[in-house]
């Protein structure tokens, strides 16, 4: 039984995986479109190098400096290092603009952005919001997996991510100064012990007990 009872705290003890946030982060500017009024941005796709990390648990991503004459026109495609696409935003703000706002799309935020904010002179306010596409015909939705971060969780964390942004309508563009992957994953387990190092956790912690139970004893009868 106490043999039970030591492998018991020591597999615990190894099996501990806390969850650990990190942050990965792209620097620009990078223009959207590369060139003219439509096409992929400067950067195509920005890549994430992830590595350190276990199971995923939580992924949002938060653009800076997000400037664009019409909403309206961008797309934006997160693949994770696993594979799968989940589209962040399409078709999204409508006729309005972007001037030097951060956004973050997170599956935990209020809501996802509204079809259409206001006419061409109004500004969308910085802030969080649920991954917001409209009008996914056919062929947009053979080239993603859905439109919920969520669709992350539980995947391999590690490896190169990639988000994919362009500019998908004529006559407006706009950039993005860096954009940050975030990323909550357990942390990796540690390795499982040799049979060498088994035997040296169990005859410590059969030491400890030892002692302690010695201790125990002065002390009741003092």
Same mark, same amino acid.
């Given at each position: 039984?106490?043999? =039970?009872?030591?492998?018991?705290?020591?597999?615990?003890?190894?099996?501990?995986?806390?969850?650990?946030?990190?942050?990965?982060?792209?620097?620009? &500017?990078?223009?959207?479109?590369?060139?003219?009024?439509?096409?992929?941005?400067?950067?195509?796709?920005?890549?994430?190098?992830?590595?350190?990390?276990?199971?995923?648990?939580?992924?949002?991503?938060?653009?800076?400096?997000?400037?664009?004459? !019409? %909403?309206?026109?961008? #797309?934006?495609?997160?693949?994770?290092?696993?594979?799968?696409?989940?589209?962040?935003?399409?078709?999204?703000?409508?006729?309005?603009?972007?001037?030097?706002?951060?956004? *973050?799309?997170? #599956?935990?935020?209020?809501?996802?952005?509204?079809?259409?904010?206001?006419? *061409?002179?109004?500004?969308?306010?910085?802030?969080? !919001?649920?991954? %917001?596409? !409209?009008?996914?015909?056919?062929?947009?939705?053979?080239?993603?997996?859905?439109?919920?971060?969520?669709?992350?969780?539980?995947?391999?964390?590690?490896?190169?991510?990639?988000?994919?942004?362009?500019?998908?309508?004529?006559?407006?563009?706009?950039? =993005? #100064?860096? @954009? *940050?992957?975030?990323?909550?994953?357990?942390?990796?387990? &540690?390795? @499982?012990?040799?049979?060498?190092?088994?035997?040296?956790?169990?005859?410590?912690?059969?030491?400890?007990?030892?002692?302690?139970?010695?201790?125990?004893?002065?002390? %009741?009868?003092?």
């Amino acid at each position: 039984m106490r043999s =039970v009872k030591t492998l018991a705290i020591i597999g615990a003890l190894i099996g501990a995986t806390p969850a650990l946030a990190v942050d990965f982060t792209f620097t620009g &500017p990078t223009a959207i479109p590369g060139s003219g009024t439509f096409g992929p941005a400067a950067d195509f796709p920005i890549e994430f190098a992830v590595s350190g990390l276990g199971t995923v648990t939580d992924v949002n991503v938060t653009l800076t400096g997000l400037t664009h004459s !019409y %909403s309206d026109d961008l #797309q934006m495609i997160l693949v994770s290092a696993a594979g799968t696409r989940v589209l962040l935003m399409n078709e999204a703000g409508g006729p309005a603009n972007w001037n030097n706002d951060t956004v *973050t799309f997170d #599956q935990s935020a209020a809501a996802a952005m509204p079809n259409s904010f206001g006419g *061409t002179n109004f500004n969308i306010p910085s802030g969080s !919001y649920k991954p %917001s596409a !409209y009008s996914v015909g056919p062929v947009l939705s053979l080239l993603i997996d859905g439109t919920n971060l969520d669709l992350f969780n539980g995947e391999d964390a590690n490896g190169t991510w990639k988000l994919f942004i362009s500019d998908v309508n004529l006559f407006d563009a706009g950039s =993005v #100064q860096g @954009v *940050t992957l975030s990323i909550e994953a357990l942390t990796p387990p &540690p390795a @499982v012990p040799e049979p060498a190092t088994w035997a040296m956790l169990i005859g410590g912690f059969a030491l400890t007990g030892l002692a302690m139970r010695r201790s125990a004893t002065r002390v %009741s009868f003092a």
